[in-house]
């Protein structure tokens, strides 16, 4: 069969159908995931396949796009399928008239097509038709949104120039009234209304004469056509081109619009009666910005429709030019009322206002909302509900794989939000939920996808870390849930957050974010002792010792004689909460050292640690120096100490300094005493009968009252808590 007659044979609908669809699901993936993404690949390929058997048929196919429709050949595709429409319309808003797919097509075309397609970088027109020309768009043509067929009166032609000037020229035409007849309702048509808008602002300012201008825009607009799906769409226009208006160019527009001599009678009420309820909204918040520009008449008509538009129009036109309301014949002579501003004349003052007051309706006094109801009602659980169902439709079994695509999309908006203010618990809950998908749902594939090249990408986990560190503090448990879900890919990333923090308290709350992940926080934290900066290797010496990481104890032995000494106090004491059987000889180490900034932290850490072992180091320190100056201070760390840990052992000690005198008065010494007996607390009561016996003897008035205490056996709370009884 020669390739004359190939071009003629009719392409088969129910293969063409599909083709369509598959193009617009291959579209929409290439717009959500990577070019080499496994559902990419699948969905274009789908695409392709279907092509390739249309080519069977012919060398060529070309599908026009009439902005929401499709036409192949002289057919129109079903206007009422949305994936058409979606196709459609995504196509022309990219300026594209028409596109031809040509036998010998290579799948990485179709590939970069789509790129071209979903790009929001992407030119829209003719510079778009270039850009697929360097893309290598070789077996598809496009065809840009062009305005050449349209012509002007005799007299007057449009100067070449670009696509820029084009629309310019034609848009001037319509204003000026220079277009050739018929022309003016395809420039309205493929002329965004903003567009004309900002023309009128340009001109009006040029001190043009308007009121002609004004018009013929309102003619093209505004003038009845027998095709309602038109009248809807350029009414529509209409409504958003007044939007654009300047204040004051709107004004005078408006009151053309609606009380021009050249209009029929009743054509604002038949134009009114057209709206769709998104329509009627938007001309109302246009109108109420002027209303002072607004005929009486025309409100009170915009008022009615509003309350009426959810049930059915409310005039229907009927043959000879007749309206009917609520089954009430309206002559034509009424209809002019509406027409015209002449409402104050027919209608008396008292009237005018009960007809005010029926129109605004009841009102009713506002009940004050319970409080159980309005937390309820809180935007955030609101919004967190609409999240849910969502979720939910994701699970259903009517959801397509093309709908739960959809889905997904929406989801990722929803995340991004989430993350924005900080809402960790939510965000877990979606997370968990496509986890499940990926797991055993429906559309594995696509969760797993949405998994891999969304949640756990790397600009998402930069991300969410730097959100952690904003708002992490406000939902500790919410960060905590989410970090053991994302924990293999939020560990590593929190790890350098918290080396490269400078605010303390940031670096706490990560610090037990950390912890909170238990061995595989240990594992990491390990892996990092060999960094170079003390602070890090401290820090991640502190995440082994409270995440419990006994096992790793002998990664730990190398640091307890560190030559720094913050980091050899904080590997000790690690030692010994790991309960190492070397620990002991470490910190007599630091016990017995002539440096006090290894000594004094060392008599700390063995009463924070209540380290009862440490006990005769201690008593050794305690006994051998002289309470004077300075070395008081270090006798009291040592008191405390010892009653940290309560070892009987200890009183005798105590005793001795209590019996001890000295002709001269020793303040130092005083101070030493009275810190005895406030740090009774842990010791075993029936052992402290010497030392209390000092005690009631004393001329020190505190001393005295605990040792009476304890005696009498009041106070034991206070006590408990170490504080003075």
Known sequence: MDEKKQEKLPIDAKLLSDAVIELNISKRSVGLYPADHPITRESVEKAFDHLKRLFDIRGSITIGIAKDTLLIDEYALDRKNPVFKEFALGIHGKGIAAITFYSGLAMEELLAFHGIMTSRESPAGRALVELGER?????????????????????????????????????????????????????????????????????????????ET???????????????????????????????????????????AFMHPSMEPGEAEGVMADLSR????????????????????????????????????????????????????????????????????????????????????????????????????????????????????????????????????????IVNDLLETGRFAELTEIYNAVYSHALAGRFRDEAASMLEYFFHSETFIKKMTAQIKIWGRLDREGVQRLVNVQKNYLIAPLFEALTEERDAAVRKFLLLVLIGLGRDAVVEAVRRLNDSRWYVVRNMIYIIREAEGIKYVQHIRRFARDENKRIRMEAVRTLIHLKAPDAMSYLKLCLKSDDADLRDPAVRLAGICRYREAVPYLLDLLNRRAVLGAEADFKISIIKALGEIGDPAAIASLVQICKSTSILHNPARERLKVEIFRSLSRYPRDELAPLLKEGTASRDKEIRTISEALLGGRGDREAEDGKDI
């Open 135 to 211: 893309k290598g768009l070789v077996h598809i043509k496009l065809t840009p949104i062009d305005l050449s067929g349209l012509g002007f009166a005799e007299g007057r032609v449009r100067e070449d120039g670009s696509d820029v000037d084009m629309w310019a020229n034609y848009i001037a035409g319509l204003l000026d009234g220079t277009l050739a007849e018929g022309d003016a309702e395809g420039v309205i048509l493929n002329t965004l209304p903003t567009d004309i808008a900002s023309f009128m602002n340009e001109r009006d300012r040029s001190g043009h004469d308007h009121v």
């Open 214 to 256: 004004y018009d013929r825009v309102i003619a093209a607009y505004l003038k009845r056509r027998e095709h309602p799906r038109i009248r809807s769409e350029l009414l529509s226009n209409f409504i958003s081109l007044v939007d654009n208006l300047r204040p004051e160019l709107k004004q005078q527009f408006l009151k053309r």
């Open 278 to 413: 998104e329509d009627l909204e938007k001309i109302i918040k246009v109108f109420g910005e002027q209303p002072t520009v607004v005929p009486e008449s025309l409100r009170n008509l915009l008022d009615k429709l509003n309350m009426s538009k959810n049930d059915r129009d409310l005039f229907n036109r009927l043959p000879g030019e007749k309206a009917v309301l609520d089954d009430i014949l309206i002559d034509e002579n009424i209809l002019k009322l509406f027409g015209e501003d002449h409402f104050q004349a027919f209608v008396p003052g008292d009237y005018r206002h009960e007809l005010e007051l029926m129109l605004k309706g009841g009102r009713f006094q506002q009940v004050k909302m319970g409080e159980e109801a309005a937390k309820e009602c809180r935007p955030e659980i609101i919004e967190w509900k609409s999240y849910e169902l969502l979720i939910e439709l994701s699970e259903a079994d009517l959801v397509t794989r093309d709908d739960y695509l959809r889905i997904l999309g929406e989801i990722t908006r």
